[in-house]
């Protein structure tokens, strides 16, 4: 590093030491903003993670996330002091973040406000590279340039941390110092409308307000979920079919012959949910029938696509589950380009799409075209990522993913019968990546068809709903 990146840093070691030491608690400002900031992470990563967070301070944001190994590193040893006094379950180490060496992989990485402060960004993001792992989120914030003269005012007048000459960085500017540090940017939000504490009108203002226009354009902070850019998978990993069955016995014979192999082993699991034909035993009869296949029988409990399913991925052994209908609508043929979109990282949730080509035999009634236009763009503004269909049967995700997901269940609650949304839901708040992979719907060969325009009509409102109080306006 040159001189100058010698004296930038010893100087502001020298400001963060003096703002530890004459300030050991929050001002006016700055507590209302962080205790906001404190709740926003709390929604965007999950307890019991591995946590790392650059420039740490006093380690309250890293306390908040209640980590399973927590991690905090700051060059301000008088800020560390005090760090280790509140929170002595973590760990703090005295570091400059541009010069980190560490040994370890983390699921998430923290750097809040501070690319603002730094003397290298793109080097300091190129660091946090072998602290990664695939499926690692990086989340900054950053103060929003529109607001430096105010903030610049309240440290002055002592309302807010007086702050050296910062990074006044755009959106833009970060999301391009990511992507030349090797990230792929999944969400940008902004948040925090209002650092103020006045009980309701905050909550208005730093839960509804900053998420419309026009008020998210005066948001005090832009925050960016990234993962690391994606890479193909060196090993096929293995593959599990998971194959809810009701009322489905004349598809069976058809999936055993048409489902293509996958990674570098793939079983079958049906999972058969109280059927009114002979379902079982025709898949009985058709597992007999294959012993080139690794398959599995299990008979459901309890009710409904969304517990066979989750039954199914209980039972499984592979590393990459899918879902795959028994009526066969979506081709089975087309499960290996599921596959690719997932092993080569493209997407870390890939869901089936049946929106864009022309369904088989039918073309979509006006209406059902218009809603499924209003879902998709209310979907995607809810999820904060790109989403056309969301009840499409097929979906494929790692299962180290969905253990994750399943773990946080808890979040959202019972609330899905089928299972899609539970698994959406979950992946987007676990920050996910997530694909739409367009397939082509087709024709049911046997039995009659589970969609019934008005019951699922309101079931999507339902999940919109769902969507904003969850996900949204938290």
């Known amino acids: 590093m040159p001189s100058s990146y010698t004296e930038y840093t010893q100087n502001r070691i020298t400001h963060w030491n003096h703002i530890a030491r004459t300030r050991p608690a929050e001002t006016f400002f700055s507590r209302e903003y962080h205790r906001r900031l404190r709740e926003i992470y709390q929604h965007l990563v999950s307890p019991g993670l591995s946590v790392l967070e650059l420039g740490c301070g006093r380690g309250d944001l890293l306390a908040a996330l209640s980590p399973a190994r927590g991690v905090g590193v700051d060059f301000s040893p008088a800020m560390l002091e005090i760090a280790r006094q509140k929170h002595p379950q973590l760990t703090f180490l005295q570091a400059d973040a541009h010069e980190l ?24 993001l190129e660091r946090i590279h072998p602290l990664c792992r695939p499926d690692t989120r990086l989340i900054l914030n950053t103060y929003s340039r529109l607001h430096q003269p105010t903030l610049t005012l309240a440290g ?18 970060t999301e391009n110092l990511l992507r030349l540090a090797g990230f792929e940017v999944i969400q940008r939000l902004r948040e925090i409308l209002l650092p103020l ?11 509804i307000l900053v998420k419309l226009w026009p008020f998210n354009a005066l948001a005090w ?31 069976i014979e058809a999936a055993f012959r048409r489902i293509p192999k996958m990674g570098r082993h793939t079983e ?33 409990c309890g009710k409904g696509k969304a517990d066979a399913v989750r039954l199914g991925f209980e039972q499984a052994s592979g590393e990459v589950l899918m879902i795959l209908d028994a009526d066969l609508t979506v081709r089975p043929e087309d499960l290996p380009r599921f596959y690719r979109a997932l ?32 879902f998709s763009l209310a979907f995607s503004w809810l999820l904060g990522q790109p989403i056309k269909d969301t009840l499409c049967g097929t979906k494929v995700l790692y299962k180290r993913d969905y253990e994750r997901i399943a773990a946080n269940r808890a979040y959202f609650g019972e609330f899905d019968p089928f299972g899609d949304y539970d698994l959406i839901f979950g992946a987007a708040r676990q920050n ?6 367009p397939i082509r719907y087709q024709e049911r060969t046997y039995g009659q068809t589970n969609i019934h325009r008005w019951r699922h009509g309101l079931l999507l409102l339902r999940m919109v709903l769902i969507a904003a109080l969850r996900l949204k306006f938290v």
């Open 101 to 124: 060496a560490l040994e370890e992989t983390f699921d998430v990485i923290l750097l809040s406000d501070l690319v603002n402060d730094v003397y290298d960004v793109q080097t300091l």
């Open 156 to 173: 002055k007048l002592g309302f807010a941390t007086q702050l050296l000459p910062q990074n006044w960085l755009a959106p833009e500017d």
């Open 197 to 207: 504490p006045i009980p309701l009108v905050r909550d208005v203002c730093n839960k």
């Open 221 to 251: 902070t832009n925050i960016h979920i990234a993962r690391p850019a994606p890479t193909e998978t060196p090993v096929e990993p293995s593959v599990s079919i998971i194959i809810p069955a009701r009322n489905e016995a004349g598809n």
């Open 268 to 300: 079958l699991i049906f999972v058969e949910g109280h059927s009114r034909d002979d379902t079982y035993t025709a898949i009985e009869q058709a597992i007999a029938a294959h012993p080139e296949w690794d398959a599995k029988l299990f008979k459901q």
């Open 343 to 374: 092993v080569s990282g493209k997407g870390e949730f890939i869901n089936g799409v049946r929106l864009v080509y022309p369904m088989e035999e039918e073309a979509m009634r006006f209406l059902n075209l218009v809603g499924n236009k209003f």
């Open 432 to 437: 996910r990546k997530i694909i739409d992979l």
